[in-house]
């Protein structure tokens, strides 16, 4: 599973007074520590800064490959702060994110192709988010389609099912399921991507269900996850699982980090 | 998911010595305690004890029914020691298990029949445990065939894929996923169980792994599982699945495991 580090996001209210006075050691330390922990990209979010999120998004990514080594996930409903992000961007980056909306296809889907990036793509359209399976499926059809029409390889696209909180709706975790399923047996070149944590909304002890529900979406076919991977219980669960379903060859990785005693005290050995 | 407790059992050395001296109080214990954390069933495998073993399995049987109201799973692969459970068993009993192996099948379906039991039948047969998922199909379709000529009914058919460790082959997981799909979809009113642990043999930290294939499979359409109760991680993970999976309406349970203290402590509360 490719890991997208969550940290750096303005609307967690641990972080947004840190990046509003443009605190250049915290961003640099929040990037290096997911890194270390297994992200490949680092999500960066100051979608709360209104009118200057361009200039911050632009501060954020200088500050952050100019002291990391690794590419980051340009998030913001904004084109233009997506803009700003991607003209100082080092590398391949996420675009974060379109939708099947008119409006934003239109703004989004350009600065994806014309900076050769990756984008994720969430299954919704002007109507909203599904709340069905069959109805994300479509939406999810429209967006290869409409992508792949703009010139968009495939294989830079990263389809999201959307999550919705269990709590509200029993059927939210299998819709999702579903979905993921659909994409990878019609799809097979589509990546998928999920951000886990919004299914455990309103429930007590989140981190259960969302180990719980990256296991569920992983044996679903997902191939990309955007989490917070400095959370060593997801991460643990998320190395057994690609173990089990064969993608760490001979478990080879699962083996080197408990070696490196990562993965708890095992308890055959206490 | 149905919950088979399997912790008694003669082949695990701590258990041993204790059936060996057919210690009433800690079979008792042991099942009771193995209710209490939320086994429907509890596994009885008295199986080293030899010659004397459908005396020991008689004496099992007795003995907790006589303590604990619970229905056991008779398992053994000796066919008199399976008879000798079901002639004192109270309730409808689990057999544990038959195979498509021809001899298995002549001497355990009828008693499956006459005493009106569920049976686990594994997915094996004379040529041994299939590597490949398909072929584990084959043996499925086969089992189901032969059982319900037999005049097994379809919902009193346990299937178990049979589980390799991941250690030995990287596409265990996979087939193990693959087979319990083909089940849930072609035979929709049989049912799919799994005994989890062997899945880890040989690897460190065995719970980790347990715990993630738990998920996994439940995903795939997992419906009965033999495991340890008392492992409170297993559990909590366990039940975390079953809201994601839309099987606990409003998440009922899960906050009534949560109130009741089982589920840890949120995070969000500390």
């Not at 007074?17 to 490949?40: M, W």
Request: glycine share 6%.
């Amino acid at each position: 599973v490719l890991i997208i580090g969550e940290r750096i996001n303005s609307t967690r209210k641990s972080v947004q007074p840190a990046l509003r006075e443009k605190n250049e050691s915290f961003v640099i330390e929040e990037a290096r520590k997911q890194k270390e922990a297994g992200a490949q990209y680092i999500d960066v979010n100051v979608a709360t800064m209104g009118d200057q999120e361009p200039a911050y998004m632009e501060w954020a990514v200088k500050t952050i490959q100019g002291a990391v080594d690794v590419p980051l996930s340009i998030d913001s409903p904004n084109p233009s702060a997506i803009e700003a992000g991607l003209q100082v961007h080092q590398g391949r980056a996420f675009v974060n994110s379109v939708t099947a909306e008119a409006a934003k296809l239109e703004a989004m889907v350009p600065l994806v192709r014309d900076y050769d990036a990756n984008v994720i793509a969430l299954c919704m359209d002007d109507q909203g988010i599904p709340n069905d399976a069959r109805k994300r499926c479509e939406v999810a059809s429209r967006l290869v389609e409409h992508l792949t029409r703009q010139n968009i390889p495939s294989d830079r696209i990263y389809l999201d099912p959307l999550v919705y909180p269990v709590s509200t709706s029993p059927e939210a975790g299998q819709a999702v399921l579903e979905t993921l399923r659909f994409i990878r047996e019609n799809f097979p070149q589509v990546h998928t991507i999920c951000g886990l944590s919004n299914v455990s909304f309103g429930l007590p002890v989140r981190k259960l269900l969302n180990q719980a529900f990256l296991l569920l979406c992983m044996g679903a076919g997902l191939e990309a996850a955007i989490l917070d991977p400095t959370d060593q219980d997801l991460m643990r669960l998320l190395c057994a699982g690609e173990a089990l379903l064969g993608r760490d060859q001979f478990c080879a990785r699962y083996l080197q980090e408990y070696r490196a005693g990562k993965l708890g005290v095992a308890p055959d050995q206490k």
